[in-house]
C-alpha cells in the first residue's frame, strides 16, 4: 500500500488514520481502532522506512552503548520481552507503555554508572 501510493520513504504521517485500517471491519467494535497491533509496522506506515530505520538506529546505538559500557547483555533480557509483546499488541502507540520502558532503560543505565 505505501509502495502504491510513493509513500514507501516517508509514510502517511500522524495526522490521518492509516489507510489500510479505514475499514470498518477492521475498526473494532466501537470503531475507534486506528492501529495495527505491531508496532514496527506502524512506525513505518507513519514516518515510512526513513522513520523506522531512524527508531531502530536510535535503540542500535543506544544498546551499542550499554553493552560497551557494561560489557554484558543483561539489557536485552529487560527489553526483548517488551519488544517482542509490542509486536502483537497495541502497546507501544499509547503514552503509557514507552513511557515506562524508558525510565526502565534509563535506570538500568543511572545503575551501570554508578557501579
Do not use: C, W
Not at 477492521?26 to 531512524?54: K, P, Q, S, Y
Not at 552503548?65 to 502497546?91: C, G, H, M, R, W
Amino acid at each position: 500500500d505505501l509502495a502504491d501510493n510513493n509513500k514507501l520513504s516517508t509514510g502517511y504521517g500522524f495526522i490521518s488514520i492509516i489507510p489500510a485500517m479505514d475499514d470498518p471491519i477492521r475498526r473494532g467494535e466501537d470503531g475507534t481502532n486506528e492501529n495495527v497491533h505491531n508496532f514496527l509496522i506502524n512506525i513505518l506506515a507513519r514516518a515510512g522506512v526513513i522513520g523506522l530505520l531512524l527508531y531502530l538506529s536510535f535503540f542500535f546505538f543506544l544498546f551499542k552503548e550499554i553493552t560497551k559500557t557494561s560489557n554484558n547483555f543483561q539489557v536485552f533480557n529487560l527489553v526483548t520481552p517488551i519488544f517482542i509483546t509490542s509486536l502483537f499488541d497495541a502497546s507501544m502507540e499509547n503514552s503509557h507503555f514507552p513511557i515506562l520502558l524508558y525510565i526502565t532503560i534509563g535506570l538500568y543505565i543511572q545503575n551501570l554508572t554508578k557501579n
